[in-house]
């Protein structure tokens, strides 16, 4: 199987080269993906690959394709770069014991924190109650045995933080302000809820949204949520609330009226087609309309702009900035007026400033929201690593013991679940010599690129391809691979037992005192 680049990369996705009609993203479902290349084109996700050569020494996991794309990762990796200010957070519903797939997340989250982000980890437990019916007792379990993998794999709570949603009074009084820029309406078209969904749920999807966002709360910073590609729904929401909380909007201009995004890229084409290379010709509305109308007859939303730019008649076509009032205080507007520099207009709901770049307007309006009391969030950005295959085939799930190893399993129970997994191999010895086996299609192969090689990308590449020319085989394999799994469990449950110390000196509340 090749990626959506056409490299010859094995991706250890266990997908199809065939594409399904639609990819249903369901954040409480048993969502599947066929084909990731799919959430490009429906879901606006980029591939991980444009962006991994800018990384800075990128985990394993970036570097096999299993994190396979992201939404607006750019601004974490500069800051990451440049060793500025930036943040990553996930969380966990405690609905069952952590298992080999959540693995991922633990270690995305402590590469951040090596790579010197601050970094959050939180219990999703009003999501558990909420959206999956679970009594508090059964939460308090669930939770206490998920800190302590984070903390055994790498974790250190004196860089992060580690919290509750039931605890976090900060998430909770956030969570009801993203709920004055949210309708049911739009939860329900997102999430499907309907007129039986309970009003907790609903809530619960504003309480993660506000997770999500806590940590720019007071201090704004590129934050980067890692997740599964069923998560995404929540990402956007999450993007659109940042905005919607804003003081301020950014956008470039070219007269006094406004313009749509689609409209913007056609008026700045014809202001440069007919201003002179020092700018000092006027250019009027009416005359860019004209040209439009003669030189991009077939772009969509060109009969959009020609109707402004008619409409503004004589009025000279400049570019600017415009700043736009959406939520500030009148003090805060008239702290924005003040602080632009240079040639400016001031409107009723915008100001245009002509000797400011789009960034430099953006970081000042950012900085007087803050100092204005307002949050000044950047959009969140995400990456999205692929599903692995449960042991028995499909997609692995907790509720089907077989399917999975959880991270409490006893070594040898490990070692025999691995043992008893089905592979991709073929139905014989001398047919698998001949033809090779299908390591894209293994779930034992990917135990070896998602977990068990870990940073040894030489192991990693040797099992693939050994497999794929028939010199490996399948019982040999599964040896070799249930061995490794069973020193992990062992290393890692000595390691959980160390953490109970560490866990029982945080200000973490293991028992929460509800009903």
Known sequence: MTDDTGDDRPLPDGGTDVAPDEVALDPWGSSTVEDYRKLFEEFGIESFDDVIGEVPAPH????????????????????????????????????????????????????????????????????????RGLGWDEIDEHAESY???????????????????????????????????????????IYDFD???????????????????????????????????????????????????????????????????????????????????????????????????????????????????????????????????????DEAFEALVEAVDGEKRVYEGHVDAFEMDREAAAEMAREIEVDHGGYGFLPPSSIYHRFMTGLTGGKMSSSVPASHISLLDDPEDGRDKVMAATTGGRETAEKQRELGGEPDDCPVYELYAYLLAEADDDLAAEVYEECATGERLCGGCKEQAAGLMAEFLERHQEDREEARELLADLDVDLDVDRR
Request: include cysteine.
């Open 60 to 131: 394993y996991l970036m570097r096999r394709g299993v994190i396979f794309g992201h939404r607006d990762y750019r601004p974490v990796v500069e800051a990451m770069r440049n060793d500025e200010p930036f943040a990553a957070l996930s969380g966990f519903m405690p609905t069952g014991d952590p298992h080999i797939g959540h693995r991922l997340v633990f270690d995305e989250l402590v590469w951040h924190q090596q790579q010197g982000g601050d970094v959050y980890g939180l219990i999703a437990d009003l999501e558990a109650h909420a959206a």
């Open 147 to 189: 800190l302590l993998s984070l903390l055994a794999l790498g974790f250190d709570p004196e860089d992060g933080e580690i919290y509750r949603q039931s605890a976090n009074r900060e998430v909770q009084d956030l969570a009801f302000e993203l709920g004055t820029k949210a309708n049911f309406s739009e939860l329900g078209a």
């Open 195 to 329: 007129g039986e969904t309970e009003v907790s749920y609903m809530q619960s999807v504003v309480t993660q949204m506000a997770d999500i966002l806590y940590p720019q709360a007071g201090d704004p910073k590129p934050t980067v949520i890692p997740v599964g590609p069923d998560q995404d729904p929540h990402m956007r929401l999450a993007r659109d609330l940042a905005g919607r909380m804003r003081y301020f909007g950014v956008t470039e201009a070219y007269a006094s009226f406004e313009l749509e995004d689609d409209e913007r890229h056609l008026v700045a084409r014809a202001y440069e087609a007919l201003a002179d290379e020092d700018g000092d010709r006027d250019v009027r509305c009416a005359e860019a309309a004209d040209w439009l109308a003669e030189e991009s007859p077939d772009e969509p939303a060109l009969w959009d702009a020609v109707e402004k730019l008619r409409a503004g008649g004589k009025e000279p076509l400049r570019p600017r900035v415009r700043v736009l009032d959406r939520n500030a205080t």
